[in-house]
């Protein structure tokens, strides 16, 4: 079976970095995402990662191991705002996105 | 304007009933998604349709049908309305020409008493 596997909830605090981690075993690999979602809104694209390596967009940056089926997120500098939930998706040989059941993160002053 | 919508937002209705959300995109893209999101469980698929000609079941389609009636519209019905169908439910778009990124409407948050 597919499955995707990631740290149910978080803690950090405001102004530090936290890294939230993503496993995965699906039928084939043509990319991962990463989305964030407040608490009763849809998902929003933060980042996609095909190749191995690290990718940075600003205060976010994501991270992909093919051989492992290992990604991270990482989050800089952290801020309230940022308190929410954060989804793994991988897109499966058949351009399926199969989705993590999300890390919520708390963010503490 | 919101490239992805969906209606009604919320909705409670009672078992039995049928029911019928809607989705309508902006985006030109021809594939389209209906999944629902329970706590702890992250999203599902229930159909998707990569064309107007298009159908497929996806991972929990029981109790649930679709209709495609342009490439802007995908609807979703519960036939029969049972409590364990109330969830959040998302529409969501992509394009294959970018990496199949979804675009997701807000969300339908439907009760079935």
């Known amino acids: 079976g597919q499955n995707i596997d990631q740290p149910t909830e978080m803690t950090a605090t405001e102004g530090a970095i936290v890294q939230i981690n993503c496993t995965y075993q699906?039928?084939?690999?043509?990319?991962l995402f990463w989305y964030q979602q407040h608490a009763g809104e849809a998902p929003t694209f933060l980042s996609y990662?095909?190749l191995d390596g690290l990718e940075e967009k600003g205060r976010f940056s994501s991270f992909l191991s093919r051989s492992k089926g290992y990604s991270y997120l990482l989050l800089k500098e952290l801020q309230m705002k940022d308190s929410a939930s954060y989804l793994c998706?991988?897109?499966?040989?058949?351009?399926?996105?199969?989705w993590g059941a999300g890390t919520k993160l708390i963010i503490k002053p | 304007d919101a490239d992805v919508t969906q209606t009604p937002r919320n909705r409670i209705t009672k078992t039995g009933k049928r029911i019928m959300l809607e989705c309508s995109q902006t985006?030109?893209?021809?594939?389209m998604y209906w999944y629902r999101q329970d706590p702890g469980l992250g999203l599902r698929l229930i159909y998707y349709?990569?064309?107007?000609?298009?159908?497929n079941k996806g991972e929990i389609s029981d109790g649930y049908s679709v209709s495609r009636q342009a490439q802007a519209k995908f609807s979703l019905s519960l036939e029969s309305a049972i409590p364990n169908q109330t969830a959040l439910y998302f529409c969501?778009?992509?394009?294959?020409?970018?990496?199949?990124?979804?675009?997701f409407g807000p969300g339908t948050r439907l009760t079935v008493l």
């Open positions: 998706a991988v897109l499966d040989s058949n351009y399926q996105l199969i």
């Open positions: 349709s990569f064309d107007v000609k298009d159908i």
């Open positions: 699906t039928s084939g690999f043509n990319g």
């Open positions: 985006k030109g893209h021809d594939r």
């Open positions: 990662n095909v």
């Open positions: 969501a778009t992509s394009d294959p020409s970018d990496h199949n990124e979804q675009f």
